[in-house]
């Protein structure tokens, strides 16, 4: 149980501080995702140092498309990709490099851009639209995620996915899925969102964030590392943290979508 302790601690800590800045919003928070964002895609360069990504060019990308998505929401992220597809190419064609191949440095780099930076930029979208949708984004991710490891502890038996993260178990994933879509729901309910919305915005979330982190694990069961940093001591690195949201906010725009609420 200790590292289920250490996990709530890391939330009670982290919580406020995001709770805050999600409730000042605007630059604030974009500013925020910015510094998130160059945090996790350089520990993503350093796990994939090896493929060569073009650095410069991934850092750009991600700013422009965190920044596009607070000036001109989901178009806004669209738009600034376009650009940094540009760049990659250039920076890759001018300084091609022996020792690997120039095609695997760009997808590496456009990957970790498309990753982080939508990942956040979805964040954002979300805040601008309403703060009680990006809260229960965050709430149903870490309320999810706390709850399918206390469930997998105490009643896991069968493994999700043993090949890319034995510690994970279907009675945790199912566990943590009913407490994140209640949790949504009990945030959403009432604030515009019938039932049966705040429901399907739940369950979507909830669904998600396993497959977040499973996500990350895959790319670092790859890369032959565990953390993907330490710049949170023994909870490894920012990437680590925001793993989760990086796929929850993205599902969440796209089921505001599917219900036409966005």
């Given at each position: 149980?200790?590292?289920?302790?250490?996990?709530?601690?890391?939330?009670?800590?982290?919580?406020?501080?995001?709770?805050?800045?999600?409730?000042?919003?605007?630059?604030?928070?974009?500013?925020?995702?910015?510094?998130?964002?160059?945090?996790?895609?350089?520990e993503l360069w350093t796990m994939a140092r090896g493929h060569r990504p073009i650095v410069i060019a991934g850092y750009l990308?991600?700013?422009a498309v965190v920044v596009g998505a607070h000036l001109d929401g989901n178009e806004g992220m669209v738009l600034a990709l376009a650009?940094?597809?540009?760049i990659v190419f250039i920076l890759a064609a001018i300084s091609p490099s022996p020792s690997a191949s120039s095609l695997t440095g760009m997808s590496v780099t456009v990957f970790g851009v498309v990753w982080v930076g939508v990942g956040l930029g979805?964040?954002?979208?979300l805040r601008d639209a309403s703060f009680d949708i990006v809260l229960a984004v965050l709430a149903g991710t870490w309320g999810?995620?706390?709850?399918?490891?206390?469930?997998?502890?105490?009643?896991?038996?069968?493994?999700?996915a043993p090949a890319i993260s034995p510690g994970k178990s279907i009675e945790g994933f199912a566990g943590g899925v009913l407490i994140g879509t209640g949790i949504v729901w009990w945030i959403l309910y009432g604030q515009g969102f019938t039932t049966v919305e705040s429901l399907i915005i739940g369950f979507a979330i909830a669904v998600a964030g396993p497959f977040g982190d499973l996500f990350e694990s895959f790319v670092k069961r790859d890369l032959g590392v565990k953390d993907s940093g330490t710049l949170l001591a023994g909870h490894g690195g920012v990437l680590d943290r925001v793993d989760a949201m990086l796929i929850t906010a993205p599902v969440a725009l796209l089921a505001l979508w599917a219900i036409g609420s966005l």
């Open positions: 149980m200790g590292n289920l302790f250490s996990r709530i601690i890391v939330a009670a800590i982290l919580l406020p501080l995001a709770i805050g800045v999600l409730w000042l919003g605007g630059w604030w928070l974009t500013g925020f995702g910015v510094v998130v964002g160059l945090l996790a895609l350089h990308g991600v700013i650009p940094t597809l540009l979805a964040v954002v979208v999810g995620d706390i709850g399918a490891y206390a469930i997998g502890r105490l009643f896991g038996r069968r493994r999700l």
